[in-house]
Structure formats: structure tokens, C-alpha cells
């Protein structure tokens, strides 16, 4: 490949082969998760002996083969497919929520181009904002199929398709109904798979541009799966919550309160202190006057009716360490094996 000799195990993709060994061919609806697509043609290759340009997301690599990526008539060919992607859409970078993380605009930027050079067709269909957290501008597709096969394939929740021919093509919900009034259930696997701004999270609008944000990853706090979230946070505050690709256990999906039900965090209304109830009034109280009260009734009620009087539930959202120290707490202290967990409730 480009004149290095490479290894690599029979039947692996050429894309995986350059990735692997760090050769850049560029994509758009490839996606490790959806795999081969050899839908935009962006990483087509040139392979001695075989005719025409070939897709290297779909073309397996074999023994012998000599392949170039990089060719005049290769990049000439991904700059005719970029520049006739943006003239068929409505692009306009500077005001688009996902400049810096767009990877269309990543492909231009490779290819030197600023704008198409023939006349652009502008798309202008309505935007959907009829879901509560998602925004679809499908002037902005670039019909890469990534968000159905994701929403067919992976989270197979089977809502959304591409519908209409030609020039009006474009990602239909249901029978094409607005998102809102669709069977969506919000998980947000296809704002995730796509590649431009045609899908973006509706309250991360205007907060932060994809270099203004720093970024941690941390486990969802919601369940037991402990699926691995990646926080988007400017100013301590967080904007959003995308899945963590390529690690277990959810490589990348999430379910609606993983990916955005977040707002709690910087909720008002946390409680940040104790709060013990008197007079028929709650009071705050120190940690340590809560913890006596707590004692003193448990003891009270495990001596008038007893420790299988008293139950114990387990929190989800707590560590396994916090409710391996409730069960303990449970039999070793008070004396019953009542114990059960929110999950399985
Ligand atoms: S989708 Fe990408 S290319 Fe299109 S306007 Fe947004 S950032 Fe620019
Ligand atoms: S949010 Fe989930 S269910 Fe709704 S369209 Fe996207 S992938 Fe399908
Ligand atoms: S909405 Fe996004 S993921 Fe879906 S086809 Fe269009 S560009 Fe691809």
C-alpha cells in the first residue's frame, strides 16, 4: 500500500488495513459500528489490476495486492463527491452546531476545498424540532445511511428509513411523520452515528463548540449496566453526553436518561444537606444528627418488632462498593437478610 510492504490477515478490509497502519483514506458512512457501506465512495482506492476505482470500506484485502491511495485521480475523484455533497445540501459552516466535529467539513478541510465550484442546488426542507431532544435538519444529509442502519440494526427500535427518490431523497421517520410524533424512542443512537449537522442534540444548541469543551469520560449513573459515557463540559457545566465508543459494555449506545438526562447535576433542588422532618416541617440538619436519628430509630424499632421487621434497598446509582457495605450493614449490624436492590424492583 503506497509502496509499503504490509501484513495484515486475509479477508480485512483495505480501509481497516490503511487505518491499522496509519495510511489516511478518508470516510463519511463508514462507521465501525455499521460497517462496510461503500455508499459515498469518499474512500475509493486504486488497486492494480483490478478495473476503475474500488471502495476500500468494501473491497477485502488479499495476497499480492498493490494499492494506491492516494492518486491524482483518487483525490480528484473524493474532491468531485465532497464538492457535490455540499452543492446538494445547505451548508453553512459558521452557524452549523456541529463545525469542528462535522466530518464532511473534516474531508473538505483535507481536500483544500472552500466551496463547490459549480452552482449549488440549495435543499431547503423545514426543520424538525418536533422531538424534545433532537433537532433534524436533513438539509444537512449527506444520505450516508448511518442513522438507519443504527436505528434498524443496533438499538433496533426499526423507526427510521430512507423515503423519496432523486433530489427529494431523504431519512423519513416512521411514514414520515415529525420525529416528535413518531414511535423515536430518544436514544439518540442516530445523533451519535452521524457524521454532519443534519442530527444534533437539541439542548447542547449554541452551549459550546466541540474545541470549547472538555471532555471525561465517566459511567452513566442511571443503572447497573454501567454503560461508559463521555461528559461534553464548558464552564463546569455539562452540555452534553455522547456514548463512549469502541468500549464495553455499550460501545457508544445509550438509552434517553443515559445520554440526556443529565440536567440533574446542576439542579437547584439536589439535596446537599440532611433533612429531618420536625414539627411536620422539613429542617436541614448536620450529617451527624441525621445519622444519630437514623440509629436511634432503627434500634428502637428492631427492639419493639424485631430485625425482620426493617428492609434494606440497594441504589443503582450507588457503586457496587456503597451497597456492598448496605448488605453488610444489613445482616452483620441489624440482623436480617431483607435485603433487596432498586434494579429488580
Ligand atoms: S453539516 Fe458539516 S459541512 Fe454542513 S454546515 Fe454543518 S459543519 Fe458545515
Ligand atoms: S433516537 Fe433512537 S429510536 Fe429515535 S430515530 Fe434515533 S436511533 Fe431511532
Ligand atoms: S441524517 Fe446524518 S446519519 Fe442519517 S443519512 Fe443523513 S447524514 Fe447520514
Not at 29 to 43: E, F, N, V
Not at 170 to 177: A, F, I, L
Not at 303 to 321: D, L, M, Q
Amino acid at each position: 500500500m503506497d509502496g509499503r510492504h504490509i501484513q495484515t490477515v486475509d479477508g480485512n478490509t483495505v480501509l481497516n488495513v490503511a487505518r491499522q497502519n496509519r495510511i489516511y483514506i478518508p470516510t463519511l458512512c463508514y462507521h465501525p459500528k455499521t460497517r462496510q457501506a461503500g455508499k459515498c465512495r469518499m474512500c475509493v482506492v486504486e488497486v492494480e489490476r483490478m478495473p476503475g476505482l474500488q471502495t476500500a470500506c468494501s473491497l477485502a484485502a488479499r495476497e499480492g495486492m498493490v494499492i494506491h491511495t492516494s492518486t491524482q485521480r483518487v483525490v480528484e475523484t473524493r474532491k468531485m463527491i465532497v464538492e457535490l455533497l455540499l452543492a446538494n445540501g445547505k451548508h453553512n459552516c459558521i452557524a452549523c452546531e456541529a463545525n469542528g466535529a462535522c466530518e464532511l467539513q473534516e474531508v473538505a478541510y483535507r481536500l483544500g476545498i472552500e466551496k463547490p465550484s459549480f452552482p449549488i442546488a440549495e435543499r431547503d426542507m423545514p426543520v424538525d424540532t418536533s422531538c424534545p431532544m433532537i433537532i433534524r435538519d436533513m438539509n444537512k444529509c449527506i444520505h450516508c445511511y448511518r442513522c438507519v442502519n443504527g436505528c434498524n440494526n443496533i438499538v433496533v427500535n426499526e423507526v427510521l428509513e430512507m423515503g423519496y427518490r432523486g433530489s427529494r431523497m431523504t431519512v423519513v421517520c416512521d411514514t414520515d411523520k415529525p420525529m416528535g410524533e413518531s414511535s423515536c424512542v430518544v436514544c439518540g443512537e442516530c445523533v451519535q452515528l452521524c457524521p454532519t449537522g443534519a442530527l444534533v442534540e437539541k439542548k447542547a444548541m449554541g452551549k459550546g463548540r466541540e474545541w470549547d469543551t472538555n471532555q471525561t469520560r465517566t459511567t452513566c449513573p442511571y443503572c447497573g449496566v454501567g454503560c461508559q459515557i463521555r461528559l461534553h463540559v464548558r464552564d463546569n457545566e455539562i452540555i452534553k453526553v455522547t456514548g463512549e465508543e469502541n468500549v464495553e459494555p455499550n460501545f457508544g449506545t445509550l438509552c434517553v436518561k443515559g445520554r440526556f438526562g443529565y440536567d440533574f447535576v446542576h439542579s437547584p433542588h439536589r439535596l446537599r444537606k440532611p433533612l429531618l422532618r420536625k414539627n411536620g416541617r422539613l429542617e436541614e440538619v448536620s450529617w451527624d444528627a441525621a445519622l444519630d436519628f437514623t440509629a436511634e430509630k432503627l434500634l428502637e424499632i428492631k427492639k419493639t418488632s424485631g430485625p425482620g421487621s426493617i428492609v434494606g434497598i440497594g441504589c443503582a446509582r450507588s457503586t457496587n462498593e456503597s451497597n456492598y457495605v448496605m448488605m453488610k450493614f444489613m445482616r452483620a449490624v441489624v440482623g436480617t437478610n431483607n435485603v433487596d436492590h432498586c434494579a429488580r424492583t
